[in-house]
Structures are given as C-alpha cells and as structure tokens.
C-alpha cells in the first residue's frame, strides 16, 4: 500500500491522507485536520477497517510516519514500512493520485 499527505482544496479541510493498493490499485482518501501523529494513525486505521491491513506500506519521511507512535502502530499491526526517497518523490505512486484527486475536487 502507497500512503501520503497532501494538501486538499477542500473547505473546513485543508490536508488530505491518501492510499492506494498496490495490487488493485484501490484509493483511498479521508480529510485530517492536521498532520500530527494521532491524526495519521486514526486516518490509516479507519482506511485499514475499509481496505484491510497492509503486510507492507510505503510512504514518505515526513514527521507523520516516522514518529515514535506511527512507528508502534506499524510494529503492532506487523505492517513493514518502505520510506520513499527525499530526492525522488515520484517513487511512490500515491504522488499521481494526488493530482487526479485534487483536479475532480476543483470541479
């Protein structure tokens, strides 16, 4: 599973959390408030509930995923976690979805 944030162009709303399958190409988006931690990991558990939980994640190095409590809650579910170049973010493919996501939002 591919996973990031992105800003939203939505009102009331201004970050989005988005995942997409990496075998169905399934995606995923859900608001949050903000980018602490707290809010990370309620947005991936409820995404989870829906898509089932991920033998291995990819996302990358913001402070959102590689805090103490992100890092637990990856280790408790068992789910391994690939962190995308700094240098080269168009490695994961949730990059894409972002500029669909945010063009059908402008409609």
Do not use: W
Not at 51 to 67: A, V
Not at 80 to 106: A, D, G, I, M, W
């Amino acid at each position: 599973m591919h996973v990031d944030l992105s800003r939203s162009h939505l009102k009331g709303e201004s970050l989005l959390i988005t995942a997409i399958c990496m075998s169905s190409k399934y995606p995923e988006a859900i608001a949050v408030s903000d980018i602490s931690s707290v809010s990370v990991t309620d947005a991936l558990l409820n995404i989870f509930s829906r898509m089932g939980f991920p033998r291995e994640i990819q996302c990358d190095q913001g402070t959102s995923f590689t805090s103490a409590l992100t890092t637990e809650f990856f280790e408790r579910f068992g789910i391994l976690v690939r962190h995308s170049s700094v240098y080269h973010p168009q490695s994961n493919p949730v990059e894409r979805f972002h500029r669909t996501l945010k063009r059908l939002l402008r409609v």
